[in-house]
């Protein structure tokens, strides 16, 4: 505090100018808002069996069979959606929640070295709330996180231009509480990791196909993010 007469012009303006700053990061802090996301890669690894030819003629019927992974996913998603497949050399599929302490809806999400990209109208993971389900519970001592085993079945489906799937089968979900630092930020368990057995059909470059293969979910991470 400046008194008595002695402040200098100087220093009332430094002290105008500190105001300002300070008044200024305030309300810039109060106007943001904090969101507590959670994230899981994900790895498909499909093999599709795609009818190459129905000779009706001669009786002879073609299959082929190719790998179908992560990499053809974001392939196929990226030309779609019209993307720069140039700046996707090592994206990652992943699966990721938005405000996961009131929100646990999982989405696919390209993740590139410089953006999120939502896919989820193209891209999607189901669990079926009729699907049968059996789950073990665990909550740990003294009652400040839960663990918790579940098994039922899940879907997953995939539509493009270039290729498009529909696949399910059993699935086990390794879920525990959301736990940030030391501090528990949401007791209920959240998929920290989950593995699937699928089968299905679709269709690769306009032709029929079966597939059939695994997909998995690891590596859970929390992230915090701000936004005006």
């Known amino acids: 505090m400046i008194s008595e007469g002695f402040a200098t012009m100087k220093e009332l303006w ?6 300002l700053v300070t008044f200024a990061a305030w309300h810039q802090s109060a106007a943001q808002t904090v969101h507590t996301n959670a994230s899981l890669s994900t790895t ?3 093999t ?5 030819s129905k000779d009706t003629n001669t009786g002879i019927f073609t299959v082929s ?6 990499a053809d996913i974001i392939q196929t998603l990226a030309v779609d959606l019209g993307l720069d497949t140039n700046n996707l050399s090592g994206a990652a599929l992943i699966l990721q929640a938005h405000d ?5 809806q999982l989405n696919f999400t390209i993740r590139s070295e410089t953006a999120l990209i939502d896919v989820s109208t193209n891209i999607e993971a189901i669990v079926s ?5 059996v ?3 665990r909550p740990a001592p003294y009652g400040r996180t839960t663990n918790s085993t579940d098994m039922t079945i899940m879907e ?3 539509v493009t231009t270039n290729a498009s799937f529909d696949v399910l089968g059993p699935v086990t979900f390794q879920s525990s509480s959301l736990v940030l630092g030391r501090n528990v930020i949401a007791k209920k368990p959240f998929t920290g990791t989950f593995s699937a057995t699928v089968s299905g059909s679709g269709k690769i470059d306009g032709k029929d196909a079966v597939f059939k293969g695994t997909v998995r979910g690891f590596g859970r991470k929390i992230t915090i993010e701000t936004t005006p």
């Open 156 to 158: 997953f489906s995939m």
């Open 129 to 133: 709330p009729n699907s049968p389900s």
């Open 44 to 46: 498909f690894d499909l």
């Open 100 to 104: 996961v302490t009131t929100n646990y």
């Open 65 to 70: 069979s190719r790998k179908f992974t992560n």
């Open 48 to 52: 599709a069996y795609v009818q190459e």
């Open 14 to 19: 430094k002290a105008a100018v500190f105001g």
């Open 135 to 137: 789950s073990s519970v």
